[in-house]
């Protein structure tokens, strides 16, 4: 029979329908701008279009993907094609169509000619991504966070980092900049100087960012508010429980405080932040962090100091004086941003020695009296 001597070839061709297709759907400008989109910038109001990505042999699409079935037979020709995706029931093929469900998909496809003839099933499979990175903003170094602000310095190195889920298509490429309308090209989501971004001017700053995968899906465009605070803390002695008594004070100020067993520090004349003072004193430091402007600062942090040659040691209590005759004590500060201000030196002289008295006879010039002597006899009475 013609029949059985008739050999049948069948071919199947799917094909990918990606901008002509898709553009079947979309207006005149907005078709303009899918071809004039670029990698070096994005725009907020980016339009995912249909793309496809071949990574170690896994072939991922997004679901603006549209699927074209072709099949020819040399014999009786094509009666028509089915296709099914995973393990749903054989459809017939009446147009190119699209697959919406996320993950591992597997799409079977055959063709059946006019002379009932079936053929073998024809097995695709595609990953279908439709998931966008995760992205956030990193930093090569702490950044205090308070509330939705996050306070830096100068020094701080920033850059987004966008990670892809553990299947999907990976990061192409985030987009960062200090306005909506000025989103750039930052690299790949991973710390690297050329990705690094700083910020000098002090003040708050907001960063916008997102990222793309490698099938067009973009993250929703984050905002990161960042308050840049360049100013250390302003350190000074904590003299909550002192009495300062400048050295010309009159003699009834000072002995008022004394009856009062009140903590008297008295300033040396003409050499700043050195003090006299006695065993019984302690000292203790206090540091403040400046405003920005309007704004707080990112706040105080640490207190470190250095007695005499020691090192620089975390601030915890008052300093009692001992032993040493004399104190020289630096004290510095750290806010929470990482501002560490200048060391401040204050010296303090402890005064062992007790006051000596003396008196003299005067007359009402201040003139001393001589002291006049003799060796007259008593009246005797008898």
Same mark, same amino acid.
Request: a positive charge; proline letters at 3%.
């Given at each position: 029979?013609?029949?059985?001597? @008739?050999?049948?070839?069948?071919?199947?061709?799917?094909?990918?329908?990606?901008?002509?297709?898709?553009?079947?759907?979309?207006?005149?400008?907005?078709?303009?701008?899918?071809?004039? &989109?670029?990698?070096?910038?994005?725009?907020?109001?980016?339009?995912?279009?249909?793309?496809?990505?071949? /990574? =170690?042999?896994?072939?991922?699409?997004?679901?603006?993907?549209?699927?074209?079935?072709?099949?020819?037979?040399?014999?009786?020709?094509?009666?028509?094609?089915?296709?099914?995706?995973?393990? =749903?029931?054989?459809?017939?093929?009446?147009?190119?169509?699209?697959? @919406? &469900?996320?993950?591992?998909?597997?799409?079977?496809?055959?063709?059946?000619?006019?002379?009932?003839?079936?053929?073998?099933?024809?097995?695709?499979?595609?990953?279908?991504?439709?998931?966008?990175?995760?992205?956030?903003?990193?930093?090569?170094?702490?950044?205090?966070?308070?509330?939705?602000?996050?306070?830096?310095?100068?020094?701080?190195?920033?850059?987004?980092?966008?990670?892809?889920?553990?299947?999907?298509?990976?990061?192409?490429?985030?987009?960062?900049?200090?306005?909506?309308?000025?989103? +750039?090209?930052?690299?790949?989501?991973?710390?690297?100087?050329?990705?690094?971004?700083?910020?000098?001017?002090?003040?708050?700053?907001?960063?916008?960012?997102?990222?793309?995968?490698?099938?067009?899906?973009?993250?929703?465009?984050?905002?990161?508010?960042?308050?840049?605070?360049?100013?250390?803390?302003? +350190?000074?002695?904590?003299?909550?429980?002192?009495?300062?008594?400048?050295?010309?004070?009159?003699?009834?100020?000072?002995? /008022?405080?004394?009856?009062?067993?009140?903590?008297?520090?008295?300033?040396?004349?003409?050499?700043?932040?050195?003090?006299?003072?006695?065993?019984?004193?302690?000292?203790?430091?206090?540091?403040?962090?400046?405003?920005?402007?309007? /704004?707080?600062? %990112?706040?105080?942090?640490?207190?470190?100091?250095?007695?005499?040659?020691?090192?620089?040691?975390?601030? %915890? =209590?008052?300093?009692?004086?001992?032993?040493?005759?004399?104190?020289?004590? %630096?004290?510095?500060?750290?806010?929470?941003?990482?501002?560490? %201000?200048?060391?401040?030196?204050?010296?303090?002289?402890?005064?062992?020695?007790?006051?000596?008295?003396?008196?003299?006879?005067?007359?009402?010039?201040?003139?001393?009296?001589?002291?006049?002597?003799?060796?007259?006899?008593?009246?005797?009475?008898?």
């Amino acid at each position: 029979m013609l029949k059985k001597s @008739l050999k049948l070839s069948v071919t199947l061709m799917i094909t990918f329908i990606v901008s002509i297709l898709n553009a079947q759907y979309e207006t005149p400008d907005r078709v303009k701008e899918v071809k004039t &989109e670029s990698l070096n910038m994005i725009s907020p109001f980016y339009q995912r279009k249909a793309e496809r990505f071949n /990574l =170690k042999g896994v072939h991922f699409v997004n679901s603006d993907v549209y699927f074209m079935l072709k099949a020819s037979d040399y014999g009786t020709g094509i009666h028509h094609i089915q296709y099914a995706i995973d393990d =749903k029931d054989f459809q017939v093929y009446t147009s190119p169509f699209r697959v @919406l &469900e996320q993950g591992n998909r597997l799409i079977r496809v055959r063709a059946i000619d006019n002379s009932g003839n079936i053929e073998k099933t024809v097995l695709y499979k595609v990953y279908v991504d439709n998931t966008s990175p995760r992205t956030e903003i990193a930093a090569d170094r702490e950044v205090f966070q308070n509330g939705s602000y996050h306070y830096c310095t100068k020094r701080h190195n920033f850059f987004i980092r966008a990670v892809d889920n553990d299947s999907g298509s990976g990061v192409r490429m985030t987009y960062g900049g200090f306005g909506m309308d000025r989103l +750039v090209a930052k690299g790949t989501g991973i710390s690297k100087k050329d990705n690094f971004f700083t910020l000098a001017q002090e003040g708050v700053n907001e960063y916008y960012y997102t990222a793309l995968d490698n099938v067009g899906n973009m993250t929703p465009v984050k905002k990161y508010n960042i308050i840049v605070d360049n100013t250390p803390p302003v +350190v000074s002695i904590d003299r909550t429980n002192w009495t300062t008594i400048p050295t010309d004070a009159m003699k009834t100020d000072v002995e /008022l405080r004394i009856k009062r067993n009140d903590l008297v520090i008295i300033p040396v004349k003409g050499k700043k932040n050195t003090y006299f003072v006695n065993r019984k004193h302690t000292v203790a430091f206090t540091a403040r962090d400046p405003r920005i402007g309007v /704004l707080n600062g %990112s706040g105080l942090s640490t207190i470190y100091i250095k007695v005499n040659d020691e090192q620089y040691v975390k601030y %915890s =209590k008052s300093i009692k004086f001992t032993n040493a005759d004399k104190y020289v004590i %630096s004290v510095k500060a750290q806010d929470n941003a990482g501002n560490v %201000s200048e060391p401040v030196t204050f010296t303090f002289i402890l005064d062992f020695d007790r006051p000596e008295s003396s008196i003299r006879a005067v007359n009402d010039r201040g003139e001393d009296v001589q002291m006049r002597g003799g060796s007259g006899s008593k009246d005797k009475r008898k």
